[in-house]
């Protein structure tokens, strides 16, 4: 990676009967990706934070004021997110209506920009085509891309909003025009406004091109392109703080906290968080950017060689910025899978570097040592229940189709090296399978029970408990009206509060998940004698609405004298 702005440097085009094979890969990837992740997209029902996310979109539509706000319930109090996400939620709602559709779609859309952001980076700062498509391919369809791409999260715009800023800084490294220096630290701030601390990796990349920039050739422009850039970053990344200092001052501390650490020291030290929930060992991240890269991980290895090999300290320490921030959240006591999604374009463009290395007939050693790595963190994760036998079985084949290039003679390598990027796309590929089946089992039935339920929640006040299910803020989202768990780390009801709502109504249904596999669905017996004693269960007459079964039961307390009358007509 050159980090110098001459024109001299830069890679001559390829002529126009090379390029057709990109456009080719492009196409085929683009389509395979939008069947992956606009695969019935509505059909399943949101989950618990797609729901409060979903939520706190429609509530922006509704209230002005809840661009600061942000809540997380039906035009409540401050919430706890940035208000990018909700943003763009209330803008897809708006235009698609109050559906699941409207709430995934915006994943499916930013990821696909995301991909040619990402593409546009690559040719840049590695300086060959070859690798910034095949870094767009694996990006673009990796079942970590498909399973958010598919999911109402953060974390897709964050890794958006950072690759923009990533290609405008390699714009930037070209032209030395300060608005790329101005563009990506907008970018940078908006990703910081939509997961905040998330968008670290991509903050220390661009920031990398800026020190490198300086240490070969110490000017002015550079210095200034540098203020400019961290000036335009501070300045959106504020840009929170100042619509609450304009829309709700009153929640002004409430912020200041959130912004100024809190949210990121909660998440060191673990306090007030479910122990069972969110604690989890060292190597949680590193099994996340497992299974994310099982199927490439020897390539992935040869990257690092390739990058070593470049003898490009620029190159280098860019890598070492998209990914150091794997070992970084590693230390925190809290974690969750979907936070080190802003690592794997990092991950990617290592694997792309890993493939020209294969095909550049790296030394047996290089692939030897690859193979006997990539088996050993198979068989650790293995040992940790990360994944299964059958699973176990798949990487061991993958991986010995790769070990076997090293070994074939020299008249052959082409078409065995060839085999080894079909076996690691292919099982790429299977993988998005089982990750859309996954989804697309995510079924509830809350939203026939909602709609089921319309007629009395059109009367009940939105202020006031009106159900109580698993899983709640999702069926905050189809009713528009509060609810709460049965019970969980964060929420305990006594069982004499329980019971007097019961009997005096108060909430106008009750939802039972008997497996117990949905969150906040614990149930105690007494509980469920006394919905037994003082409630009907509504669930046939739902299920004759719906025109299909239902995995929850649904109460309704005998005080509420009157049932939502039946619709005759059942849904398609």
């Given at each position: 990676m050159q980090l110098t702005p001459a024109i001299a440097q830069r890679p001559v085009p390829a002529a126009h009967t090379r390029a057709i094979p990109a456009v080719a890969v492009i196409a085929l990837a683009v389509a395979t990706y939008c069947v992956l992740a606009f695969f019935r997209l509505g059909s399943f029902d949101l989950a618990t934070d797609e729901g409060r996310f979903g939520l706190s979109g429609a509530n922006i539509l509704l209230d002005y004021h809840q661009l600061a706000t942000v809540s997380e319930g039906p035009l409540g109090k401050a919430g706890t997110k940035p208000y990018f996400y909700p943003l763009t939620l209330a803008m897809s709602i708006a235009f698609l209506g109050h559906t699941e559709v409207a709430v995934r779609s915006v994943n499916g859309i930013v990821l696909l920009v995301a991909a040619f952001l990402l593409y546009g980076a690559a040719r840049l700062l590695l300086r060959d085509h070859t690798?910034?498509?095949?870094?767009?391919?694996?990006?673009?369809?990796?079942?970590?891309?498909?399973?958010?791409?598919?999911?109402?999260?953060?974390?897709?715009?964050?890794?958006?909003?950072?690759?923009?800023?990533?290609?405008?800084?390699?714009?930037?490294?070209?032209?030395?025009?300060?608005?790329?220096?101005?563009?990506?630290?907008?970018?940078?701030?908006?990703?910081?406004?939509?997961?905040i601390w998330l968008v670290l990796p991509f903050v220390l990349a661009c920031g990398t091109v800026y020190l490198v920039a300086f240490w070969r050739k110490k000017d002015g422009l550079t210095i200034l392109s540098a203020a400019v850039w961290l000036a335009s970053l501070a300045t959106v990344s504020a840009s929170h703080i100042l619509l609450v200092v304009l829309l709700t001052p009153t929640d002004l501390a409430h912020w200041v906290n959130l912004y100024s650490g809190i949210s990121l020291n909660s998440r060191f030290a673990g306090a007030g968080y479910d122990p069972d929930m969110w604690y989890?060992?060292?190597?949680?991240?590193?099994?996340?950017?497992?299974?994310?890269?099982?199927?490439?991980?020897?390539?992935?290895?040869?990257?690092?060689?390739?990058?070593?090999?470049?003898?490009?300290?620029?190159?280098?320490?860019?890598?070492?910025?998209?990914?150091?921030?794997?070992?970084?959240?590693?230390?925190?006591?809290?974690?969750?899978?979907?936070?080190?999604?802003?690592?794997?374009?990092?991950?990617?463009?290592?694997?792309?570097?890993?493939?020209?290395r294969l095909f550049q007939c790296p030394g047996r050693g290089e692939i030897a040592l690859a193979f006997l790595t990539s088996a050993a963190a198979a068989l650790f994760f293995f040992t940790r229940g990360v994944f299964g036998t059958r699973e176990l079985a798949a990487m061991a084949g993958i991986y010995f189709v790769f070990l076997a290039a090293a070994f074939m003679p020299a008249r052959r390598l082409r078409l065995v090296r060839g085999t080894v990027l079909a076996a690691a796309l292919g099982a790429m590929l299977l993988a998005d399978v089982v990750a859309v089946k996954g989804t697309l089992q995510h079924r509830t039935g809350f939203r026939e029970i909602a709609s089921f339920f319309r007629s009395q929640l059109e009367h009940d006040d939105a202020r006031e408990v009106s159900f109580i299910a698993p899983e709640f803020p999702s069926m905050e989202f189809y009713t528009f009206r509060r609810g709460e768990y049965w019970q969980t780390f964060y929420f305990h009801k006594s069982d004499d509060a329980f019971l007097s709502d019961l009997k005096s109504g108060a909430q106008i249904f009750y939802v039972v998940d008997r497996s117990g596999a949905l969150y906040g669905g614990k149930i105690s017996p007494e509980r469920l004698a006394a919905l037994a004693m003082h409630a009907k269960d509504v669930t046939p007459e739902i299920e004759k609405y719906a025109g299909r079964p239902l995995p929850v039961q649904v109460f309704v307390p005998a005080a509420r004298a009157s049932v939502p009358a039946l619709v005759k007509e059942t849904r398609e």
């Open positions: 690798a910034a498509l095949l870094a767009f391919v694996f990006f673009l369809l990796n079942p970590g891309t498909i399973t958010y791409a598919r999911a109402a999260l953060p974390e897709p715009l964050t890794v958006c909003c950072g690759c923009a800023a990533l290609w405008a800084t390699a714009r930037w490294n070209e032209r030395r025009q300060l608005a790329w220096a101005a563009f990506s630290g907008v970018m940078l701030g908006l990703g910081f406004v939509t997961k989890r060992p060292w190597w949680f991240y590193p099994a996340a950017a497992f299974k994310a890269t099982f199927f490439g991980l020897p390539l992935l290895l040869l990257g690092c060689v390739a990058v070593a090999r470049r003898r490009d300290a620029g190159l280098a320490l860019l890598i070492i910025a998209l990914v150091t921030p794997l070992a970084l959240f590693s230390i925190m006591r809290v974690k969750q899978a979907s936070y080190i999604f802003p690592v794997l374009p990092g991950l990617m463009m290592l694997i792309a570097l890993g493939c020209l």
